[in-house]
């Protein structure tokens, strides 16, 4: 086909502008400050607080090592980048493309007395390692009467979507682990919560599933303090109080929420705003003080909503806030679909537009 050229420029800016949209975020990222007492603190994006704290997990304890694929070069996203240089093969190494095979040799490890920090390359990968993680992990000191248990095993796992993910790049998988006790999944908003949350998760006594939203890897930048700190597992964190209605979720979704408030706020309705951080176990009581007081609660994540994570949420506020409620649980969650569909993102993610109608929604009930 032939275009003039005074057709060609104005088509190839549209496709410019059209390429631009398409790489824009869904959300704004709200840079949270680092505790003072913690000392200096140096920028980093998730990643590399990620790589900063396996780094000094491995530095801590000789026995940690961290294992998966692609890991040994830095991993696809570099979480790992030079850590084999630094610690030897035999404590940063690679694994075959068997993600069922990386967590059994991750229980066995840790059964033998290591701390195993175990990569899964994207969350979407994780289902053929279900088995061993629910029905050997979760259950290992529960089945030999607590003899023995594999409590220092660490999965970490790329997770949620980026943009242009599509099916097998994007998806949150927490709620499928939620039925199985034995396990904690944690989810952080930012790189101080990642640090924080991980350095938890490699120190608690059971097998922990540690997600990371990729989509911050690169615009998640904070000042990360340096030294070896924890964060609480199990304990959601209000980030802003508020009067009429009770915001909920974690990851990347927080930062939605966190922009809805500001919205909501422009007219006049106060926002409690709640990050899960710990999906199993999450914060039951937290989440329903805050209910009690405001009366209304928006749920919101990115997995599809039927028997998602919300919906055990809103099912337990149902049942211990019922008479201080003053309209029905909201849940502002992705479609019962394939998640996520390529070109179709923009419209499958739950956007601070959904999420404020379902406020107006609650106040006008």
Avoid at 45 to 55: G, K, V
Wanted: charged share 20%.
């Amino acid at each position: 086909m032939n275009l003039p050229i005074s057709r060609l420029i104005p088509t190839l800016s549209t496709c410019s502008s059209f390429f631009t949209r398409r790489r824009l975020a869904h959300f704004t990222f709200f840079k949270d400050q680092p505790d003072s007492s913690y000392g200096p603190t140096k920028e980093m994006n998730l990643c590399q607080t990620i790589q900063n704290t396996i780094d000094t997990t491995l530095g801590n304890d000789h026995t940690a090592i961290v294992f998966g694929e692609d890991v040994a070069f830095g991993g696809v996203f570099r979480c790992t980048a030079d850590l084999r240089q630094k610690y030897g093969a035999d404590r940063v190494f690679n694994t075959p493309l068997c993600e069922q095979g990386i967590i059994g040799f991750g229980i066995g490890a840790a059964v033998a007395g290591t701390t195993a920090i175990a990569e899964i390359q994207f969350a979407d990968y994780i289902f053929p390692a279900y088995d061993q993680i629910v029905n050997e992990a979760a259950k290992y000191r529960y089945r030999s009467q607590n003899l023995f248990n594999c409590g220092r095993l660490t999965i970490r796992a790329p997770w949620g979507a980026v943009g242009h993910g599509a099916l097998y790049h994007s998806q949150s998988p927490e709620a499928q682990f939620m039925h199985t006790p034995g396990i904690k999944v944690v989810i952080p908003r930012g790189a101080i919560q990642a640090k924080g949350l991980l350095l938890s998760c490699i120190k608690d006594d059971n097998p922990c599933i540690f997600f990371e939203p990729k989509i911050l890897y690169r615009s998640a930048k904070e000042d990360v303090p340096l030294k070896e700190y924890t964060i609480p597992l199990s304990k959601a964190e209000i980030i802003s109080e508020g009067t009429d209605v009770t915001l909920v979720s974690w990851g990347t979704q927080v930062h939605v929420l966190r922009e809805v408030a500001q919205l909501a706020a422009k007219e006049n309705i106060s926002c409690e705003v709640i990050d899960l951080r710990t999906i199993v176990p999450w914060d039951v009581d937290t989440i329903c003080q805050s209910v009690s007081k405001t009366g209304r609660l928006l749920i919101s994540h990115e997995a599809p909503i039927t028997g998602g994570v919300g919906a055990e949420i809103a099912a337990t506020v149902s049942r211990e806030c019922f008479l201080n409620l003053e309209a029905p649980v909201e849940r502002i969650c992705g479609y019962d679909i394939h998640p996520i569909p390529h070109v179709f993102e923009p419209f499958y993610f739950p956007s601070k537009w959904r999420c404020l109608d379902a406020i107006k929604r609650m106040m006008n009930f």
